[in-house]
Every structure is written in structure tokens, then in C-alpha cells.
């Protein structure tokens, strides 16, 4: 973001002509779109779907975008979680001295990468997704649930009735971004110096000790920073799951239109919302590479 | 090297193949009998009914569609649609369990078991009856066109909108979209997941009307009074509206039908409806 030199650098004419120019042209086409577009803005309905006064109580409460946020957030750290677990098994197939692993590691990642998320999620979500959730009981294990236990792990998973959906949802999500995870702890680990092996094999240890011990330790400080920018996608790519009805910001944003009519507010609101979650992540990224550097 | 990757291919696609026609038999079977797996019980006499009954809860699908179900401020969902369901649970004796799906994919949704039922104003088509049963409608809704007065001011039948000069956005997937299709062959149209995008396009001129069941198209040209208006003085057709259930479940469509012959003689259906589509009484809870 901003480097910190012993000299500040030096603004320029030419600097403050671009400056001018870009400010400009933003402000212009805010301008079209605020007088031109034949749109009745009003901003003043918008606040409530954020935070709310709940009239039983008087305390405020989430709003029904916020809610959303939850829920994608949730999603995209169960997800993050879950992909990353994957993620690393198919990264060491793919690095293994077994052909069979190589090739399972490889046609995973050949397959999910070369296709279109949101087809590999209906594709999941009508047809597989029932297989796997009949086969787990996933819906007789939310309806036989109490009531307490429902409120706790409502807190960590949203409402338990839409569980089966989530869960096809969290399953898809992360089978697709676990392919781009096994491609970076593949690269990490390839990245290590091939001495390193010949070395701890010199020291008589078997191939995982050496890779626990000497291997892993270094790749996983070159893949961090990989991985917490992976981590970002899977926020946004997170929005591709509206399309089957999992209540999160772009999904509750969309029906918020169709009641509302008021679709630039609210898309410009689900903007501001998601970049502030991912700007959010980045800096703590940032925050991480100094720290794995040092 | 290459022939053990052309068999793990293989090998997979062969897996892949295989779960695709694992899946396939559960939902030709639910449209013979009720699936255990999708309704979470082996009940006795196999109608969708005993499942519902023996979890306590119905499950309903339906999509926002203004004013037939919405969310209000609290985040609670009201709507015409709302309420029926709600009604036909309490007469069932069991709760109820609201599934928002998207338009576009409600009845594979329905197919695949996701939901038990869908009250969302779907109306009857020999097409979707191919698919899933209805029961007795238990409202008509008409379509109507909403139009431009810049674009298109001086139109005032359906036949002047039916040229290829003409644009029209449409909800995809909605009756609307068919009977677009139908009564305006020659114009161009452009389909749209959500309505707030069909508005968003006459708002910006890139068309000349929209198409959509009333009381939309009234209610934009009250909002936009001086840019829409609506052309047709009457609804261009008069649709059934039903509930839709899994084909093969004739204890169960029985029920729906009754309930919609005792519901409507008592006058509630009617009331209800009257007070969603031609009161704005209830405008204040969504905005």
C-alpha cells in the first residue's frame, strides 16, 4: 500500500494534470448518474436494511444486508477451512512419487479449473448434492435437533433449517477453490531447493518426515501469502451462490430490489460492503507477509 | 504416462456418468412415489401428506415477486402468497418453512425435493403441467404492459407493440416472458433474472415496455407517473394461479384441491387478495 522510503517522492505537474483528469471524469459520470439516468434516488431508505431499531426491544439489530454479510462470511470461512484442508491433500497428490496420486491430483485440478463455477455449482446442487446429503441424513439430523442446539449452531452456520442448502452450497464452494489451493502448495513445495530433500533423505528420514520436518515448514512460509489472497477470492466468489437461493449479501440484495425497486442504491451499498470486507482481509494479509519476511 | 492418464479420465468420467444416473432415479421414482431421502421419512402410505404431517413442518418454495411475497423491514416475509401459505399450514396443523428460490430454477428445485410445495403465484401452463400437478387455482392474476412515454407514447394496443422496432424486457422463466412470446412475436425481447432489472431498463430507455403480471405495471406507472404509462386500458390475458406439487401424489393434490373450494367459499382468499393487490396499506412495512 504505502512504502515507507526516507524521501518522499516528488509531485509533478504532470501529476496533478492526471489527477485533475481522472477526478473529472469520475465526477462527470456521477453526475450523469445522478441527473441523467431518470432515476428517483433515495438514499434515505437505505440505512434501515443495515442496522435496524427492533420495535419489540428498542435495541438495534442487524438489518437484513448485514445479515447477508454474516452469512457470507460464514460461508467464506468454513469454505476457506474447508478448501484448504482439500486444498493441501490434492497439492501433496500432485507432488507425490505415486503415478495414481499424480493422476487423481491432476485430473481434480484439470476438471474443476477448466469449468465455469456457477455451472459446476447447479450441476452440484441438483444432482449430486442430494446424493451426498441423503446419504450423510444431513436433514434428519436438522429436523431431530432441539431447539437449544439449533440457536447454537445457528450462530456458526445461519439458520438451521436452510442447513442441507448450505452445506450443498460450503461443499461446492469449496471443491472449486480447493483446485486453485493444490496449485499453490504444489508451487510451494516445489519451490524448495531439491537439496533440501537430498539432505534430510541423508539424514535417514522417510519421505513424509522429511516433508513434515524440513519441506513443509519452508513451502508453507512461501505459499502464505498465496493463500491468504485465495482465502479474498473466496469471499467474492462466494456471491456465485445466490444463484441457488443461499440467503448471502448478493442473493438478500437482489430480493431487496425486487421489493424495493431501488437497485443502484442498493447494488452501490453491496459494493461498498464487500470491498471493505475484502480490504479488510487485505491488510491483514499485507500484515502477514511482513511478518512471515522478517 | 499417457495411457494411465487417458484411464484416470476415463476412470473418472465413468464416476462422474455414474452419479448422474445415480440421481437420476430418485427423482423418476419421487414422481411415483414420495423419496425418502428428500422428505426425510418411509411413511406408510407413500403421499407427500404423511411426510409433511410426521415432520410437523411444510415446506414451501416461492421467489420475491412484489406484492405476492416480499421481505419487510424486520426481515420477516408478507405477501399475498405469504399468507396463503401460512393459512393452508395452520389448517394442515403444522409449521411452516419458507425455501426463497430463484424463479428460474423453482421447479427442478421442486423435482429434486428441495421443498414440499410451491405457493408463489405460478401460473398453470400445459408446459410446467408436464412437469409438476396443480391444483384448483386459488387466484387469477392478468399481464399487463407498462410503457415509455418517451418511446412509446403514442401506442395504445398491443398490435403497435408488436413490430421489430419494438424492445421489451420480460422476468425470465415467468408466464409473462411466455405470453410476451406470444402475443408480441415480432418484437425483440430481452429477459431478465430479477424484475428490478426489467424496470431498470425502461428507466434507462433502452426499452420500450415491460411485461409482468399487475399489479406491477399499475403501481410503476402511479411511481413513475411521468415517465410510464400504462397503454392497455385492461389486462391482456387472465391466468390460474396454483399451487404446484411432485407428479404422483393424488392424497396430497386432493387435499390442496379442498382446500382451495372450503378457503374460497369462505371468502378469505378473496379478502386477502383484494387487500394485497389493490390496497397500499401495507407499503410502510417494506420501505
Known amino acids: 500500500m504505502f512504502l515507507t522510503t526516507s524521501k518522499r517522492p516528488k509531485t509533478t505537474l504532470l501529476d496533478v494534470v492526471i489527477l485533475?483528469?481522472?477526478?473529472?471524469?469520475?465526477?462527470?459520470?456521477?453526475?450523469?448518474?445522478?441527473?441523467?439516468?431518470?432515476?428517483?434516488?433515495?438514499?434515505?431508505?437505505?440505512?434501515?436494511?443495515?442496522?435496524?431499531?427492533?420495535?419489540?426491544?428498542?435495541?438495534?439489530?442487524?438489518?437484513?444486508?448485514?445479515?447477508?454479510?454474516?452469512?457470507?462470511?460464514?460461508?467464506?470461512?468454513?469454505?476457506?477451512?474447508?478448501?484448504?484442508?482439500?486444498?493441501?491433500?490434492?497439492?501433496?497428490?500432485?507432488?507425490?512419487?505415486?503415478?495414481?496420486?499424480?493422476?487423481?491430483?491432476?485430473?481434480?485440478?484439470?476438471?474443476?479449473?477448466?469449468?465455469?463455477?456457477?455451472?459446476?455449482?447447479?450441476?452440484?446442487?441438483?444432482?449430486?448434492?442430494?446424493?451426498?446429503?441423503?446419504?450423510?441424513?444431513?436433514?434428519?439430523?436438522v429436523y431431530a435437533l432441539s431447539d437449544g442446539a439449533k440457536e447454537v449452531l445457528s450462530w456458526f452456520f445461519g439458520p438451521m433449517n436452510r442447513f442441507p442448502r448450505f452445506l450443498s452450497a460450503l461443499i461446492t464452494l469449496a471443491l472449486f477453490e480447493a483446485a486453485y489451493i493444490a496449485e499453490i502448495v504444489r508451487a510451494g513445495i516445489e519451490s524448495v531447493e531439491p537439496g533440501q530433500w537430498e539432505a534430510s533423505a541423508s539424514l535417514g528420514m522417510t519421505r513424509i518426515q522429511s516433508l513434515r520436518l524440513v519441506i513443509l515448514p519452508q513451502a508453507l512460509?512461501?505459499?502464505?501469502?498465496?493463500?491468504?489472497?485465495?482465502?479474498?477470492?473466496?469471499?467474492?466468489?462466494?456471491?456465485?451462490?445466490?444463484?441457488?437461493?443461499?440467503?448471502?449479501?448478493?442473493?438478500?440484495?437482489?430480493?431487496?430490489?425486487?421489493?424495493?425497486?431501488?437497485s443502484f442504491e442498493i447494488w452501490t451499498l453491496?459494493?461498498?460492503?464487500?470491498?471493505?470486507?475484502?480490504?479488510?482481509?487485505?491488510?491483514a494479509v499485507r500484515k502477514l507477509e511482513l511478518a512471515v519476511n522478517r | 504416462m499417457k495411457t494411465f492418464r487417458l484411464q484416470a479420465i476415463a476412470l473418472l468420467f465413468i464416476l462422474l456418468a455414474s452419479a448422474l444416473g445415480c440421481s437420476q432415479q430418485p427423482s423418476q421414482q419421487k414422481a411415483g412415489k414420495d423419496n425418502p431421502a428428500a422428505t426425510g421419512t418411509a411413511s406408510g402410505s407413500g403421499s407427500q401428506l404423511d411426510a409433511i404431517l410426521e415432520r410437523g413442518v411444510i415446506r414451501v418454495g416461492f421467489d420475491t415477486f412484489k406484492p405476492w411475497a416480499m421481505k419487510d423491514k424486520n426481515g420477516e416475509y408478507i405477501g399475498f402468497e405469504i399468507e396463503v401459505a401460512r393459512r393452508l399450514a395452520e389448517d394442515m396443523g403444522v409449521e411452516v418453512e419458507f425455501v426463497p428460490t430463484k424463479w428460474s430454477g423453482i421447479i427442478p428445485a421442486l423435482l429434486t425435493g428441495k421443498f414440499d410445495i410451491i405457493i408463489g403465484g405460478m401460473s398453470i401452463t400445459p408446459q410446467r403441467n408436464l412437469k409438476v400437478n396443480f391444483s384448483q387455482p386459488y387466484e387469477y392474476s392478468g399481464m399487463s404492459i407498462v410503457a415509455s412515454r418517451k418511446l412509446a407514447g403514442d401506442r395504445s394496443s398491443i398490435e403497435q407493440f408488436n413490430n421489430s422496432d419494438t424492445t421489451i424486457a420480460v422476468r425470465l422463466g415467468t408466464t409473462a416472458a411466455e405470453a410476451a412470446k406470444n402475443f408480441l412475436p415480432k418484437a425483440n425481447l430481452l429477459f431478465f433474472d430479477e424484475e428490478s432489472q426489467t424496470i431498470q431498463e425502461l428507466l434507462n430507455e433502452r426499452v420500450q415496455a415491460v411485461?409482468?403480471?399487475?399489479?406491477?405495471?399499475?403501481?410503476?406507472?402511479?411511481?413513475?407517473?411521468?415517465?410510464?404509462?400504462?397503454?392497455?386500458?385492461?389486462?391482456?390475458?387472465?391466468?390460474?394461479?396454483?399451487?404446484?406439487?411432485?407428479?404422483?401424489?393424488?392424497?396430497?393434490?386432493?387435499?390442496?384441491?379442498?382446500?382451495?373450494?372450503?378457503?374460497?367459499?369462505?371468502?378469505?382468499?378473496?379478502?386477502?387478495?383484494?387487500?394485497?393487490?389493490?390496497?397500499?396499506?401495507?407499503?410502510?412495512?417494506?420501505?
Not at chain 1, 26 to 54: C, S
Not at chain 1, 243 to 262: C, D, G, H, K, N
Not at chain 2, 219 to 242: H, K, M, T
Not at chain 2, 263 to 272: D, E, F, P, V, Y
Request: proline letters at 5%; charged letters at 15%; one cysteine or more.
Open chain 2, 211 to 287: 411485461v409482468a403480471s399487475n399489479p406491477l405495471p399499475l403501481n410503476l406507472s402511479e411511481e413513475y407517473a411521468d415517465q410510464f404509462y400504462l397503454p392497455l386500458s385492461e389486462d391482456f390475458s387472465r391466468e390460474p394461479i396454483a399451487f404446484a406439487v411432485r407428479k404422483g401424489d393424488l392424497d396430497f393434490l386432493n387435499w390442496l384441491d379442498n382446500w382451495v373450494r372450503v378457503t374460497m367459499s369462505k371468502g378469505w382468499l378473496q379478502n386477502r387478495y383484494e387487500y394485497w393487490f389493490f390496497s397500499h396499506e401495507w407499503e410502510s412495512q417494506i420501505q
Open chain 1, 20 to 141: 485533475a483528469a481522472l477526478a473529472g471524469g469520475f465526477g462527470y459520470i456521477l453526475f450523469k448518474a445522478a441527473t441523467g439516468l431518470n432515476y428517483h434516488w433515495k438514499w434515505d431508505l437505505i440505512p434501515q436494511f443495515l442496522v435496524r431499531i427492533d420495535p419489540k426491544t428498542g435495541f438495534p439489530v442487524p438489518g437484513l444486508l448485514v445479515q447477508g454479510l454474516f452469512t457470507t462470511i460464514r460461508l467464506s470461512v468454513w469454505a476457506g477451512i474447508l478448501s484448504m484442508g482439500l486444498g493441501i491433500v490434492m497439492g501433496l497428490f500432485r507432488v507425490s512419487p505415486s503415478l495414481f496420486k499424480r493422476q487423481v491430483g491432476m485430473v481434480y485440478v484439470g476438471l474443476i479449473r477448466n469449468t465455469p463455477p456457477l455451472v459446476l455449482i447447479f450441476v452440484f446442487y441438483f444432482f449430486i448434492g442430494d446424493q451426498i446429503m441423503s446419504l450423510l441424513g444431513v436433514d434428519h439430523f
Open chain 1, 270 to 283: 453491496v459494493l461498498v460492503m464487500y470491498f471493505v470486507l475484502t480490504f479488510l482481509c487485505s491488510l
Open chain 1, 221 to 262: 512460509q512461501r505459499m502464505l501469502p498465496a493463500l491468504a489472497g485465495q482465502f479474498i477470492s473466496i469471499i467474492k466468489d462466494s456471491a456465485i451462490v445466490s444463484v441457488i437461493s443461499i440467503e448471502e449479501l448478493t442473493f438478500q440484495a437482489q430480493q431487496l430490489m425486487t421489493t424495493t425497486y431501488r
